[in-house]
């Protein structure tokens, strides 16, 4: 079975450009989290979703940062404009609820994200 | 103070010791946690749920205690592929799922 698909794995940009993470989850998990992961401050949630709807963004660092659900089997992270302290490796991961509690998190191989 | 502390190690241990990783969380009405492996430049992956009544998994023992709100993973007979980074994981609060992690342990097994 295909697991959590990010892209893409490594992007390098400029500062002030638009960058665009892309995540497709498991078929059939519920729930989608978006972490981010430095060195000093380890993985940090940024929001995750419930059934496609945000359930909690206070993660979010500012306003560049937005995220999207569409559908069951898409999600992305922007980031507008980006700026060299946003470097990170970005990883979703996705999880199937029982008992209304999310259960494992399967997440994916990450995107590296360097902001020059 | 942090939602999740742990001590970043590095541990370095002999093949075959047994070696006890703890992480604190600071919020008393979190209800799940859990131990998740991450190995160098890869994905977290679920290593084990800890349960309120402790669990064991192999060689993995997992703690939880309550009063003092920290967790605990024992690993007995610590082979070379145990080294990776630990990472505790709790979920902030009472009925959420947001899960918090912290920030690892390096454990390095040495031949």
């Known amino acids: 079975d295909a697991g959590v698909i990010q892209s893409p794995r490594h992007e390098v940009t400029e500062m002030g450009q638009e960058v665009t993470l892309r995540c497709k989850p498991i078929s059939g998990h519920d729930y989608l989290f978006w972490y981010r992961q430095t060195m000093m401050r380890g993985l940090e949630l940024l929001i995750y979703?419930?059934?496609?709807?945000?359930?909690?963004d206070s993660g979010m660092p500012e306003d560049r940062f937005s995220a999207k659900m569409p559908n069951a089997s898409f999600s992305t992270l922007k980031i507008q404009p980006s700026e060299p302290r946003d470097s990170a490796v970005y990883f979703c991961?996705?999880?199937?609820?029982?008992?209304?509690?999310?259960?494992?998190?399967?997440f994916g191989e990450g995107s590296r994200l360097t902001v020059l | 103070r942090k939602e999740v502390e742990q001590d970043p190690g590095p541990f370095n241990v002999p093949e075959g010791a047994t070696v006890a990783f703890n992480c604190t969380y600071s919020n008393s009405a979190s209800q799940s946690f859990f131990w998740y492996r991450q190995d160098c430049r890869k994905e977290p992956k679920l290593l084990m749920s800890?349960?309120?009544s402790g669990n064991e998994d192999g060689r993995f023992t997992a703690q939880l205690n309550r009063a003092s709100q920290y967790i605990s993973l024992l690993i007995r007979d610590s082979k070379l592929s145990d080294s990776a980074t630990y990472l505790c994981?709790?979920?902030?609060?009472?009925?959420?799922?947001?899960?918090?992690f912290g920030t690892g342990t390096l454990l390095a097994v040495q031949p």
């Open positions: 800890v349960y309120s």
């Open positions: 991961a996705s999880s199937l609820s029982r008992g209304g509690w999310a259960g494992e998190l399967f």
């Open positions: 979703f419930n059934n496609n709807v945000p359930i909690d």
């Open positions: 994981v709790v979920n902030y609060g009472g009925a959420t799922n947001k899960l918090i």
